[in-house]
């Protein structure tokens, strides 16, 4: 709502729906976010002695959490991006009022009877759905004008910046050249083989690389857990199922199973005759059937409905809901090759028999049968131990005495974080109940977590650390391999600057080159875009002396001889969207340039 009318940066500001207009009361009421901290007015920061409070940053801190968009465990991260954002938006702010900038009540009513998510299904105001959805994002009317009166401030101020900024014809002609421009080149990739000896890493080597990408070595705060996993999957496999029900279960389920059907249709009304003549004609089509008459013959003969009565009355293989209800209650009720009595619909009199049941075959269907047939046994047992292990788990003082009752196997994990990739612990809601205060803090069994229809899980936490930076002696062999890592890509940067230099001065090397021809900005190649742009970023040669250069390609060094350079074919789409592209940009760069001097100007005190 809100956000999409303002014009923000990519932050986490962007990304969250300030408004949060499609946020349900029971997740996010205007009580949780207004009266958050009661009537707090200490403040966290002044910017031209207008203060932000403690509690205009909780309650955007509160929807971006609650929104969904961000983790909880990023909350401090997200505090400080929400306290620059609200910075930024009272410098916009203040500058905007400065400049005279004016937004009328006509204006905000206009906008807000226009917005579709206060619009009812057929597209009309809906003055109960307004409030719903204020109070559901923690707005009144009053406070909802007044945002959006000040947003639509801010708004005119980045609008007219962005609009004031322009390009000339002679830079669009010159950007469309650029883009459109292609160049040929040859290239060769230097390997760790090329090397005459592989780098020597020494201890000091390892201790500065490691004290100085120490946050690469952060173990997040972690936990060991104990859990019991109630799985009526594996119940059921543990139940035997006679030879007898499964024929049974198999033999029911052909009333169901889609079928082939023919059909003799006589239809009365009109001038075709009434009805009782119709049902005559019928009844001796049942008397010829009874004598062994063939029923795609006798179609063929009598039937009324001229699409099916050349292939015998066929109407193919059919479900439920295709034809109408008495149809299909004569249809489903039949045996294969059996033949209905007479059947009325609104298309006449039937006479209908099914010549294929379409069902697989009972050993096909063994398998599924007998998982279906478990299921449904194990599904009292089932229920009854789940509620079983509800009432265990908020009784027990361990999860070991559950685990016992039930006949369940108590499992333990490794040290995992809030974020696991694979298992039942991955499962949504899982860690999120590791990492709750009743579980983490106070040392409870979780509450019993519908991992599905079938599986039930509770835990507890059996062991906790914080984050921590793990000592070099644990990360040793990673800290090396880093270090190999960037001393080889030192040493083929070198050799590759030596290699330049010999090539521009004369000197013929043994190399191996590849060649590229017309390589666009755009790629569409198989060469690398760290190459395409290392190659765009060299000078034009000099008539047939090509330009030498080099490119870093993830751990390869890639030498690059630019031989020509070639203007390209227009291509007007791509060159619009260019333009376009450009101008977006020079917009975003004039309101960041305006940023940038407010909070240069500004008094800024973060409390």
Partial sequence: MLQSIRDRSKSWGAKIIIGAVVVTMALFGVESLVGLLGNSGDEVAQVNDEPITRQQLEIEVQRA???????????????????????????LTQYAEE??????????????????????????????????????????????????????????????????DFTLEEERERL????????????????????????????????????????????????????????????AAEVEVSEAALR????????????????????????AGSREQARARLEQVQARLAEGEAFAELAAE?????????????????????????????AFALGEGEVSGIVETDNGLHLI????????????????????????????????????????????????SVADDLGLSLQQSDWVGRQVSEGVLSEPGVMQQAFSDDVLENGYNSEVIELDEDRRLVLRVAGHRDAATLPLSEVRDEVEAAVREAKTR?????????????????ETLDIAWQQAESVSRQGGSALSEALVQAAFRLPHPEGEKPVYGHALDGERVVLIALERVQDGEPNAQMEAFVANRAERLRAQAAIQGLLDDLRDKASIERL
């Fill in 99 to 164: 400049g005279g900038l004016y937004v009328s009540e006509q204006q905000l009513d206009q906008l807000i009877v226009t917005l579709p998510e206060f619009q009812d299904a057929q597209g009309g105001f809906d003055r109960e759905l307004f409030r719903n959805r204020l109070a559901s994002a923690g707005f009144t009317p009053l406070s909802f004008r007044q945002q959006l009166a000040v947003d639509l401030k801010r708004q005119q101020v980045q609008q007219g910046l962005a609009v004031s």
């Fill in 353 to 400: 028999k099914v010549t294929e049941l379409d069902r697989p075959a009972f050993e096909e269907r063994r398998e599924a049968l007998r998982a279906e047939l478990a299921l449904e046994q194990v599904d009292d047992a089932f229920n009854e131990r789940a509620q079983r292990l509800i009432d265990d788990s908020f009784a027990a003082d361990d999860l070991a």
């Fill in 248 to 271: 049974e279960a198999w033999e029911s389920g052909a009333a169901e199973a889609d079928r082939r059907v023919s059909h003799i249709m006589v239809t009365f009304g009109d001038d």
């Fill in 176 to 235: 469309a050249e650029l883009q459109r421009q292609t160049r040929s080149f040859r290239h060769h990739a230097l390997t760790p083989d090329d090397l005459s000896s592989m780098p020597e890493i020494t201890e000091q080597d390892l201790q500065a690389y490691y004290d100085a990408h120490q946050g690469d070595y952060r173990r997040p705060e972690q936990v060991k857990v104990n859990y019991v996993v109630l799985d009526r999957q594996q119940m």
């Fill in 490 to 506: 030192e040493a083929l940067v070198e050799l590759a600057t030596r290699r330049v230099e010999s090539l521009r001065a004369g």
């Fill in 302 to 330: 009598v039937s009324d409905d001229t699409s099916t009565s050349d292939t015998g009355g066929d109407l193919g293989v059919i479900s439920r809901g295709f034809f109408g209800e008495a149809f299909e209650d004569a």
């Fill in 65 to 91: 959490i609650r929104s969904g968009q961000v983790p909880p465990d990023q909350e401090r991260a997200l505090r400080a991006e929400m306290l620059d954002m609200l910075i930024t938006e009272r410098l």
